[in-house]
């Protein structure tokens, strides 16, 4: 009786230690599906619309990167870049 109290003592303890690490719901691969370019309360560009092609934009830890390709009438032009970030609530 005492062993099984005891067990269930350390059981409780090590439990209790374990936490589990908050998840950063960024993390991963995002395909972009919606664009919209806005200036002066006007919208510009659409993608889809405007520019046809795509996008990927990853996230790991405090790291962002995207590459894309897009076509608008018969020009193709790359896009990529990346750097650093924080996230608080829903704001980066």
Do not use: H
């Not at 005492?2 to 960024?26: D, F, G, R, W, Y």
């Not at 990927?56 to 405090?62: A, E, F, G, L, Y």
């Not at 990346?82 to 996230?87: A, I, V």
């Amino acid at each position: 009786m005492k062993k099984t109290a005891v067990l269930c003592s350390m059981l409780l303890i090590m439990l209790a230690a374990c936490k589990q690490e908050p998840v950063n719901p960024v993390v991963g691969a995002w395909d972009l599906i919606y664009a919209r370019q806005v200036e002066n309360d006007s919208t510009i560009s659409t993608f889809p619309g405007t520019y046809q092609g795509g996008q990927v934009k990853m996230w790991c830890n405090n790291y962002w990167m995207f590459v894309g390709q897009y076509k608008q009438d018969t020009i193709i032009s790359e896009s990529y870049g990346g750097g650093s970030y924080t996230l608080e609530g829903i704001v980066y």
